[in-house]
Nanobody
Framework: QVQLVESGGGLVQAGGSLRLSCAAS????????MAWFRQAPGKEREFVAA????????YYADSVKGRFTISRDNAKNTVYLQMNSLEPEDKAVYYC??????????????????????WGQGTQVTVSS
């Protein structure tokens, strides 16, 4: 079992920044691929970013590339999502997710929520215009 706890959400003006944290605990959590997803009201959950625990390789959705940065602190078993230049369209509940090491075709990450094994409870991000 892996437990994930997110924090850092809140209200910010457009153009502002927030940093989300995801604290992971449990067996073998250090070997998992970690990702952030988000879900806006009435919309499906969508992929935001992913990071491998080994090597720190990352991947981003086009909608956040250049504005968001995913990182991790292995010593703290924590994954971060630094969000800059926030836009009203970024408003959503943000979820941290963990996936046991897998290969999806030629990639190490999946964009599909159902491929992930563990989820946090979510943290609300609201961006005012």
């Amino acid at each position: 079992q892996v437990q994930l706890v997110e924090s850092g959400g809140g209200l910010v003006q457009a153009g502002g920044s927030l940093r989300l944290s995801c604290a992971a605990s449990g067996r073998a959590s250090s070997s998992y691929t970690m990702a952030w997803f988000r879900q806006a009201p009435g919309k499906e959950r969508e992929f935001v970013a992913a990071i491998r625990w080994s090597g720190g390789i990352t991947y981003y959705a086009d909608s956040v590339k250049g504005r968001f940065t995913i990182s991790r602190d292995n010593a703290k078993n924590t994954v971060y999502l630094q969000m800059n230049s926030l836009e009203p369209e970024d408003k959503a509940v943000y979820y941290c997710a963990a996936d046991s090491p897998n290969i999806y075709g030629s990639t190490w990450y999946s964009l599909r929520p159902h491929e992930y094994d563990y989820w946090g409870q979510g943290t609300q991000v609201t961006v005012s215009s």
